[in-house]
């Protein structure tokens, strides 16, 4: 079974910057769409960003102008570079991996979550 490993979460003072990482721990084959979602305590989990095989790009509101996405399809990783963080923006952080085939959902990995935290 392919685990989505994360790496790059911690605690960061408003205004600065994290980068996230994730990549599977084996072969994931077919069209895949990539992104983040985030899940503040309290709150129900919402998409952060999202990236298409194509390399397009759709963001939450809330963090276009400040967040990132990119993928490296050799390495099926996908990076969220995060700057000017707000305190708003601390929630538990999901990568994921969607597999589609013929316009349906085939598979749909979940990383185990990554805590990022923004003191004001």
């Known amino acids: 079974q392919v685990q989505l490993v994360e790496s790059g979460g911690g605690l960061v003072q408003a205004g600065g910057s994290l980068r996230l990482s994730c990549a599977p721990s084996?072969?994931?084959?077919?069209?895949?769409?990539m992104g983040w979602y985030r899940q503040a305590p309290g709150k129900q989990r919402e998409l952060v960003a999202t990236?298409?095989?194509?390399?397009?790009?759709d963001y939450a509101d809330s963090v276009k102008g400040r967040f990132t996405i990119s993928r490296d399809n050799a390495k099926n990783t996908v990076y969220l570079q995060m700057n000017s963080l707000k305190p708003e923006d601390t929630a538990v952080y999901y990568c994921?991996?969607?597999?589609?085939?013929?316009?349906?959902?085939?598979?749909?990995?979940w990383g185990q979550g990554t805590q990022v935290t923004v003191s004001s």
């Open positions: 994921n991996i969607k597999v589609w085939q013929i316009g349906v959902l085939r598979d749909d990995y």
């Open positions: 084996g072969s994931i084959f077919g069209i895949r769409t």
């Open positions: 990236v298409t095989s194509g390399g397009s790009a």
